[in-house]
């Protein structure tokens, strides 16, 4: 990708076909001057979270093949003992672990909406760690790939920069595609010289443009505009019938919280007091009276077993009854969506009443599931994970390449854009028609370019100065002004 090279003098004649071309070279120039520190940030973070599952597991070693005293207690006393030590939280689920000797992992939630992972010793029933899983790092490295700590708003930042990434693959593309001057600088860069450094950016960014598209494609589910957008749309066909497997940015992220607080089963502080669900969905409690520390739900010690005959895609977790439901669940919180499975049991006979899983899903989540599984680095393992680093790694050069291309050739006293042109050129049909469909399907993208021609042209009426520091002043009308 020919991103910010040659600001002074512009490209070649033999390169540049027409104002068309120049177009599009000052189109990539501005995506890129936008989209490079939010690529950085979004490399970097991704690159990481790709090993969440193996990061989390290293954080969480010490919890795990403990040196029992004696045997593990019953799985309904842990739990009970990690809702007796947050008694104003209330249970929201058990991960189930095959190995016994490992801490009880005992997710809570609170009235604010957030989750707390109890660690219990199995033998003792001390609790060895309480953790809020927005502070656990994984966690801190998906929020800042996401929205940059900054919540709704730097969601809607990282998906108008995403938009734009596009915008800069796709002209990228178009400034790279070979217009009869063979294979060097088009297959492979040219070694030595000033050329080998834009060489090495057009190349790189040529091997790497299928794999950002997907990856910048595959994210738009989570943003909340378009994520939520396409919520509207899917909740008017059949996949309605099942519930998202995703959100749609921050707010809807905090609302799943919330609701899933509202639903779970209650703490025992409000059993205690004789809140309004105490007594009701196998909660068991003693009496205030009598300074019983907790009441807890029954039943994990008869799910366990079940969950581990189902071998579901670790992590597992048993969900207690709720007031939305009034069965047990063992569900797969894989990151690899399609290995997901839920499976719902009667509380009385424990027989199977419901299952969901990516073999029930319509077409429309199966897509959503395949690109979200493989965004994660979780669809077909290790190579999936390389691909994604590679990715990640490939375009952090291209920052670093670009970004030294315009140090190298910026002109002083100005910006370093390419030369703005003297009227608007005549586009093909085809160009024309992708940048319309691209409006329209990235609302981001859509409202961003309304508000950039109406930027341009107030810059250009009332700060001339800045015009031309922005390079919106075509070269042959500067000494004018």
């Known amino acids: 990708m020919n991103m910010l090279t040659r600001p ?20 990539h120039f501005y995506a890129g001057l936008f989209c490079l520190p939010f690529v950085a940030i979004l490399c970097v973070t991704g690159a990481i979270y790709l090993f969440q599952p193996h990061i989390d597991a290293w954080f969480d070693r010490g919890f795990d ?6 045997a593990p207690r019953p ?61 656990r790092f994984t966690q801190v490295v998906r ?18 920069a995403g938009a ?3 915008v800069m693959v796709l002209t990228g593309l178009y400034l790279w595609w070979p217009r009869g001057s063979g294979l060097a600088g088009v297959l492979y860069p040219r070694l030595g010289g000033r050329r080998f450094l834009r060489d090495l950016h057009a190349v790189t960014g040529l091997y790497l443009s299928l794999f950002a598209l997907f990856f910048l494609i595959s994210a738009l589910p989570w943003t909340p505009i378009w994520g939520k957008t396409f919520e509207h749309i899917r909740s008017i066909g059949k996949a309605a019938q099942a519930e998202q497997d995703w959100t749609a940015g921050p707010e809807s992220e905090e609302a799943k919280r919330l609701d899933a607080y509202n639903r779970a089963p209650p703490a025992p502080a409000e059993a205690g007091s004789g809140g309004p669900h105490a007594g009701h969905l196998g909660y068991g409690s003693q009496s205030a009276q009598e300074g019983a520390p907790a009441a ?44 997901r499975e839920s499976f719902e049991f009667d509380p009385k006979t424990l027989r199977m ?26 669809l ?54 992708l940048i319309v469909l691209l409006g329209l399907l990235l609302p981001t993208l859509g409202l961003s370019l309304v508000a950039i021609l109406a930027g341009e042209l107030a810059i250009r009426r009332f700060a001339p100065g800045a015009s031309r520091w922005l390079g919106l002043v075509p070269l042959r009308n500067r000494s004018a002004d």
């Not at 002074?8 to 189109?27: F, S, V």
């Not at 093949?65 to 004696?70: D, F, G, I, T």
């Not at 700590?149 to 930042?157: D, N, P, R, V």
């Open 143 to 160: 929020d800042i790939h996401g929205s940059l700590l900054l919540g709704q708003s730097g969601a809607i930042a990282v998906e108008l």
């Open 380 to 433: 077909f393992g290790w190579f999936n994970q390389l691909l994604g680093l590679l990715t990640a790694a490939g375009y952090l050069m291209l920052v670093v390449t670009s970004t030294l291309m315009w140090w190298r050739r910026r002109p002083t006293g100005s910006l370093g854009a390419p030369p703005a042109l003297t009227r608007a050129p005549k586009l093909a049909p085809f160009l024309l028609g």
């Open 8 to 27: 002074l003098d512009g490209p070649r004649p033999a390169d540049n076909p027409g104002a068309a071309y120049r177009m599009i070279w000052r189109w």
């Open 296 to 339: 807890s739900v029954k039943g994990f010690d008869r799910l366990y077993p079940i969950a581990a005959a189902l071998h579901l895609a670790p992590p597992v977790l048993i969900t207690p009854p709720s007031s939305e439901s009034p069965n047990w669940a063992v569900q797969s919180t894989s990151l690899n969506f399609t290995a």
């Open 65 to 70: 093949h403990l040196a029992l005293s004696e």
């Open 353 to 378: 009443v419901k299952k969901d899983g990516f073999s029930e899903h319509g077409l429309l989540d199966k897509t959503i599931d395949v690109g979200i599984a493989a965004h994660q680095g979780q």
């Open 164 to 166: 734009w990434a596009i």
């Open 75 to 135: 799985l309904d006393e842990q739990v009970a003992a990690a809702q007796a030590s947050n008694p104003a939280a209330r249970l929201a689920a058990l991960e189930f672990r095959e190995d016994r000797t490992d801490a009880a992992r005992v997710d809570l939630m609170t009235a604010e909406g957030h989750g707390l992972r109890v660690m219990v010793r199995p033998d003792t029933l001390d609790i060895l760690d309480t953790t809020d899983w927005k502070n």
